[in-house]
């Protein structure tokens, strides 16, 4: 089955921690986005990838890092300067100009105690 | 400002009976449309697509209708399910270098027995 997987669906993690969230894809698509969702507000762009060893910062980049080493692979590191981290984060992928949309995985509960 | 608004913020209704939902944006250059349904913490999946040149798709009891020349989309469910209850995303995709998307900040549905 193609599909996007991530994990761990939950995580916790102490103030002043990195933390990393992982997201692998099969359906052999070259860009690869990573977002941040809050409640009652729209998903934002943290970073996207459009091909390997390129990403670019979307609108909330700052305390967070990414690579992009294999086309399969999109690792968000959430940093201990994110001042704000807890939320529920969500990696996409889409193929080239993404026509039929992107397509989500589960997402990964982050929690800061 | 490109801008994605969604109508109502929430929805109650009764199971059989139909809702419309509704989606203006402020977004340019208008690449195309799509209408996600997010069920609680979990990814969006993807309901229909439109570009500019369609003004209605259909998915199942779900139509989607689109009006560019005043930036209007809806989605209309019909003879509504439990299963409906969820968050639904309206996501407009720019014409840019990197497709860049907006989404919505989404209309949580509930739909009781």
């Known amino acids: 089955d193609g599909g996007i997987t991530q994990s761990p669906k939950y995580l916790f993690r102490k103030e002043g921690q990195n933390v990393t969230l992982s997201c692998e894809q099969n359906?052999?698509?070259?860009?690869m986005y990573w977002y941040r969702q809050d409640p009652g507000q729209g998903l934002r762009l943290i970073y996207y990838?459009?091909?390997?060893?390129?990403?670019q910062k979307g609108d909330i980049a700052e305390g967070y890092s990414v690579s992009r080493e294999k086309k399969e692979s999109f690792p968000l590191t959430v940093t201990s300067a994110q001042k704000n981290p807890t939320a529920f984060y969500l990696c996409?992928?889409?193929?080239?100009?993404?026509?039929?949309?992107?397509?989500f995985g589960p997402g990964t509960r982050l929690t800061v105690l | 400002k490109n801008q994605v608004e969604q109508s109502p913020q929430s929805l109650i209704i009764l199971e059989g009976k139909n809702c419309t939902l509704q989606?203006?944006?402020?977004?340019?250059?208008?690449?195309?449309l799509r209408w996600y349904k997010q069920d609680t913490g979990r990814g969006p999946v993807s309901l229909t697509i439109?570009?500019?040149?369609?003004n209605t798709k259909s998915n199942g009891r779900y139509t989607a209708t689109l009006d560019a020349d005043t930036k209007q989309s809806s989605l209309h469910i019909t003879a509504s399910q439990l299963s409906d209850s969820a968050s639904y995303i309206c996501?407009?995709?720019?014409?840019?270098?990197?497709?860049?998307?907006?989404f919505g900040p989404g209309t949580s549905l509930s739909v009781i027995p």
């Open positions: 359906l052999n698509h070259d860009a």
């Open positions: 990838s459009q091909i390997v060893n390129d990403f």
């Open positions: 439109m570009t500019f040149s369609e």
């Open positions: 989606c203006n944006y402020t977004v340019s250059p208008f690449s195309n």
């Open positions: 996501v407009v995709r720019l014409k840019t270098s990197y497709d860049k998307v907006i």
């Open positions: 996409a992928s889409s193929g080239v100009a993404g026509p039929n949309g992107e397509f």
